[in-house]
């Protein structure tokens, strides 16, 4: 019983995390995996965080003119968590993220039934000038 309170042990397992990350290439959308440390906890903490990449009329005309990209992100997604998996993705660090928040919406099923379609994140990334985020 007194093995199951001990401190020692518990810290020494926390400490054995393996630093890895990888990147998936699935139907032309990348997402990023990784894992760290408990000590890093401001690093990516092993979630994928970038869902697809938002391609919308919207999302297209901010591209253009301000060199804005959209993604979809999870919900327990933040700025910094985003920043990182961007600049560990394309390798572009992004000058500023914004995260907004994408609304559930009711809809109207083939067989005339209700349904909700559910909501989510989004966040703009803002890019420098001469940076680029290219899309497979």
């Given at each position: 019983?007194?093995?199951?309170?001990?401190?020692?042990?518990?810290?020494?397992?926390?400490?054995?995390?393996?630093?890895?990350?990888?990147?998936?290439?699935?139907?032309?959308?990348?997402?990023?995996?990784?894992?760290?440390?408990?000590?890093e906890?401001?690093?990516?903490?092993?979630?994928?965080?970038?869902?697809?990449?938002?391609?919308?009329?919207k999302?297209?005309?901010?591209?253009?003119?301000?060199?804005?990209?959209?993604?979809d992100v999870?919900?327990?997604?933040?700025?910094?968590?985003?920043?990182?998996?961007?600049?560990?993705?394309?390798?572009?660090?992004?000058?500023?993220?914004?995260?907004?928040?994408?609304?559930?919406?009711?809809i109207?099923?083939?067989?005339g039934?209700?349904?909700?379609?559910?909501?989510g994140?989004?966040?703009?990334?803002?890019?420098?000038?001469?940076?680029?985020?290219?899309?497979?």
């Amino acid at each position: 019983m007194s093995a199951l309170f001990n401190k020692k042990e518990k810290d020494k397992n926390i400490e054995k995390v393996v630093e890895a990350t990888e990147v998936v290439d699935i139907d032309s959308v990348a997402v990023v995996k990784a894992s760290k440390t408990k000590s890093e906890s401001a690093s990516l903490r092993g979630k994928t965080f970038i869902i697809k990449p938002r391609i919308t009329e919207k999302a297209t005309d901010l591209q253009m003119s301000n060199n804005v990209y959209t993604f979809d992100v999870t919900d327990s997604a933040n700025k910094k968590e985003v920043g990182k998996a961007i600049h560990t993705l394309y390798g572009v660090t992004p000058e500023k993220v914004r995260i907004v928040p994408v609304p559930s919406k009711s809809i109207r099923t083939k067989k005339g039934g209700k349904g909700v379609k559910s909501g989510g994140k989004k966040a703009y990334i803002y890019l420098r000038k001469g940076d680029i985020i290219e899309f497979v």
